[in-house]
C-alpha cells in the first residue's frame, strides 16, 4: 500500500516535496514512479527512479526542475519540484511495481505498474 504526501497550493516558481511512503517491507524491490493527472486529461508519466537509486528518468516537461529520490530505509520515495509552473497543476501519484518488463521505457506508461498510491493534488498559482 502507498500512500502519498505533500500537495498543496504554492506561487508560480515555488517548491513543494511530494512524499509516497510504502508500508511493504520489499519496497526495496520495487521500481518507483511519479505521474500526474489534470482535470480532461490522461495520466502522465513525471519521473521514475530504479529500485537500487541507479537509474532515474523525467519527463522533458519538468526535466531541471523536478528530482526524484528514495530512501529504502524510509520506504518513501521523494518528488522535489522547483520552479513550480500552473501547468504542473494536477493530481500526482507515486507508483510501484517490481515485475518484470518486456521494453526498456515500460516506467512512462502506467498500465505496467501494479500498485498505486491515492493522488495528492498540487495547485500552483500564477
Known amino acids: 500500500q502507498l500512500q502519498a504526501s505533500g500537495g498543496g497550493l504554492v506561487q508560480a516558481g515555488g517548491s513543494l516535496r511530494l512524499s509516497c511512503t510504502a508500508s511493504e517491507r520489499t519496497f526495496s524491490s520495487y521500481a518507483m514512479g511519479w505521474f500526474r493527472q489534470s482535470s480532461g486529461k490522461k495520466r502522465e508519466f513525471v519521473a521514475f527512479?530504479?529500485?537500487?537509486?541507479?537509474?532515474?528518468r523525467y519527463a522533458d516537461s519538468v526535466k531541471g526542475r523536478f528530482t526524484i529520490s528514495r530512501d529504502n530505509v524510509k520506504n518513501t520515495v521523494y518528488l522535489q519540484m522547483n520552479g513550480l509552473k500552473p501547468e504542473d497543476t494536477a493530481a500526482y501519484y507515486c507508483?510501484?511495481?517490481?515485475?518484470?518488463?518486456?521494453?526498456?521505457?515500460?516506467?512512462?506508461?502506467?498500465?505496467?505498474?501494479?500498485?498505486w498510491g491515492q493522488g495528492t493534488q498540487v495547485t500552483v498559482s500564477s
Open positions: 527512479i530504479s529500485m537500487n537509486n541507479e537509474l532515474t
Open positions: 507508483a510501484g511495481d517490481g515485475s518484470l518488463h518486456r521494453f526498456s521505457t515500460w516506467y512512462m506508461f502506467a498500465d505496467e505498474y501494479g500498485y
